[in-house]
C-alpha cells in the first residue's frame, strides 16, 4: 500500500490543532454535467441508498441521473447566487467566521471546512490540514441532528482519508448537538429576530409554524438511527423556547425520494392542507439546514410556497436557515470549545500570560 506524501517530521517542532467544518456538498456549477457528477457520489454512498449495488447502480447510472442530472440542474440555477452556490458560499463564510472568533478568544487553532461531496472533499482538506502542521483534528459536521447519511458517512470519509497516512492526526468527532443550548438560543433568535422584522404570526387565528427537518427512510428509525428521535426533540426544545406548542408549531419532514416511506409527516402535504383548511398564514423553519441550500430556496421558498399558495392559503414565509448568524457563530464556537478540551490550543503568547499571571498570584501567597 501507498501512503500519501506528508511533510517532514521535525522533532520537538509543536503540532497544531484544527477544526474541520463538514457539510453536505454542492455540484460545482448549476449545469447538467456537473449535477450529474454530484448526484453519483451522493447517491452511490451506501449509507444513502441501502440497496444493493449491483440492484442499484444500473437503475441509478441508466435511468436516474440522465433524468435527474437536468432537473436538478434547472433547480440549482434558481437559487445558484452570484458568487456560487449558497450551501458552499455559507460553509464557507461560517468557518471564517468560527476561525475569527476563536482566534479572538486566543485560541491557535486552524479552521476549515469540507464537503461529503463534491469540493472540497474532507481527503483533501485533511492532508491540507496535515501540510499545515495539524496534528489534532476535531470533525465538527454541520448537521445538529446525527444520522447514518450525514454524520456517519462523513466520519467514514474522514478515517479513509487518515488510513492513507503514514503520520496520523489524532482525531475527535463531534456527533451531534441537536440539544446544545447555544444551539437552541441561536434558532430561537433567528426565529424571533424574522418576526421583529415582519411580524409574528396570529396563532389565535389559526396560523402556524413549520418546523421542516430533512427526511429519511422511516426503515432507518426502526434499525436503530436515532435521527428522528433527535429532530422531535430539537422541536420541543425550539418551540418551547418560543413560547409554543405544537397546536401551532408542527415538525415535519421535507426531501421524500422515492416509493418507501419516509419519516412522517411530511411537509409538502402539510402544506396543502393547511391551505385548504383555511389558514391564512404559515412560517416555515428549517433547523436542521445550518446553512441555506437547495432544500430550502428551492424545495421550501419556491416549491412549498407556491404549493400552499395554490390549496388557498394566503401568506407563506420562509425564516432563512442560521447560515452566518452571530448566535450560530458563537454556538459553532462553543461545541469546538468544549470538543477541544485537552488539546493544545491555546496561543502561545496567551500561555506565557497565564503562567506569568500564575507565578504571581503564587509568589504573592508566599509573601
Known sequence: MHFDQEPVHHHGQPGKTAVLLI????????????????????????????????LWQPLLRL??????????????????????????????????????????????????????????????????????????????????QYSSSTTATAFDAAFRAAGR??????????KHYHDHPAYIEALRQQVEGYWVQHGRPDFSAGERLLLSFHGVPRRTLDLGDPYHCECLKTGRLLSAALGLDDTVCQTTFQSRFGKAEWLQPYTAPTLVELGKTGVGRVDVFCPGFTSDCLETLEEINIEGRRQFLAAGGKTFNFIPCLNTAPAWITAIGEIAALHLQGWPIRQPDAAALERSRARAEAHGARD
Open 23 to 54: 457539510n453536505l456538498g454542492t455540484p460545482d456549477a448549476p449545469r447538467p454535467g456537473a449535477v450529474r457528477r454530484y448526484l453519483k457520489e451522493f447517491l452511490s454512498d451506501p449509507r444513502v441508498v441501502e440497496i444493493p449495488a449491483a
Open 63 to 144: 435511468v436516474i441521473l440522465p433524468l435527474r442530472g437536468r432537473q436538478s440542474a434547472h433547480k440549482y440555477a434558481s437559487i445558484w447566487a452570484h458568487n456560487g452556490s449558497p450551501l458552499k458560499v455559507n460553509t464557507e463564510q461560517q468557518a471564517a467566521a468560527v476561525q475569527k472568533l476563536l482566534q479572538a478568544n486566543d485560541y491557535d487553532v486552524i479552521v476549515d471546512y469540507a464537503m461529503r461531496y463534491g469540493n472540497p472533499g474532507i481527503a483533501e482538506k485533511i492532508r491540507q490540514l496535515r501540510h499545515a502542521g495539524a496534528e489534532q483534528i476535531l470533525l465538527l459536521p454541520l448537521y445538529p
Open 165 to 174: 497516512l503514514r503520520n496520523q492526526p489524532a482525531l475527535r468527532t463531534v
